[in-house]
């Protein structure tokens, strides 16, 4: 079908208005150039996104804010049985966006509104956990700001040399299999952070917290935050790198409304995601509690490897042997 001139004068006006696009490819052995078609201004970009030898095959980037509401805007995403096409700055791993840092103050929000929650309920707190837990994720978030760039050149030097099939990044099934990658493989590394001594030494920061409370979800290792991501470089033989750290992120983010006791069940969906009650038991030092429960996401990984446990008894929190205190380099070590 035919547009009218109308609707080209419209298209073509918004598209100046609201994005600049710059695209330039590396078209050796390619089919084309990229192009946008009227009907959905999708992107098509050249894939895989590096060759061989590390030199891109395309570039393609888009002008506009990228923001974690932006990305899930309706507006700013167009499906079509084989693409994907989000609002997103450039489809390179460096530019993707810290979904950690732009939900922050959601983050704070709900920490507040959590506690303002607790405190009518007459459930005793203390202020001294809370900034213990709120200095962790300072300062691990400050040194992944520092040291994850060497993350980035891992995964990318392994992909653009070793992977073993090259997957369309805009393609649905591309990040639906990141999906699943990146939640099957925060289950093993989450285990072995248990399991492990030397890495259970580091990752006890986050189980030292004897409340359990939204702010718990703060109180990360910075060691562990580096040591871990060995775990997650064989997805680099399948999965683009981009789609992949997305997820790697939004994992995470998914996790910190895990950390409450305000939410008892979500009812059916209990059988198949990680949810808060499944996650206090991951959390507590009873017996039935220890070393169960180590999921991100899907919950079908712990029932699948013996090791899902289901809320029973009152849970009481923190490691085996306590730190006994709330100084922030003291957690850490």
Known sequence: MTDSPGSNRQLRHRSRSTCQMRVS???RD???????THDSLRLHCLHPMYSAHGRHLADCEINQSTTFKGIWNKKNIKFSK???CANTKKWEVDEVPNYIIEIMPWILIFVVVERAFLLLSKKPLRINDLLGSASQGIMTEIS??????WKFAAYIYIYSNWRIVTLPWDSLWTWFI??????????WTHRASHEIN?????????????????STAMRQSILLSQLLWVFYLPAALVVPPAPFWVHFQ????????????????????????NTASHHRVHHGR???????????????????????????????????????????LNIQV
């Not at 029932?303 to 306590?322: D, L």
Request: with cysteine; hydrophobic share 45%; net charge negative.
């Open 198 to 214: 030397f890495l259970w030494a580091a990752h006890q920061v986050h189980h030292s917290s004897e409340d359990y409370t939204l």
């Open 178 to 187: 990141a999906l699943i990658a990146a939640d099957f493989l925060y289950y």
């Open 25 to 27: 490819a590396f078209v």
């Open 82 to 84: 084989s693409s994907f």
């Open 144 to 149: 992944r700001l520092v040291l994850d760039c």
């Open 250 to 273: 939004l994992n995470f983010t998914y996790q910190f409304w895990l950390h409450t006791e305000v939410i008892k069940s979500i009812g059916p969906l209990e059988y198949i995601l």
């Open 30 to 36: 390619s089919p084309g150039p990229p192009s946008i």
């Open 286 to 328: 009873n017996r039935y509690c220890i070393d169960k429960n180590y999921a991100g996401f899907l919950i079908i990984w712990d029932r699948m490897f013996g090791t899902f446990e289901a809320e029973k008894e009152q849970v009481v929190y923190g490691t085996v042997s306590p730190i006994n205190t709330f100084e922030s």
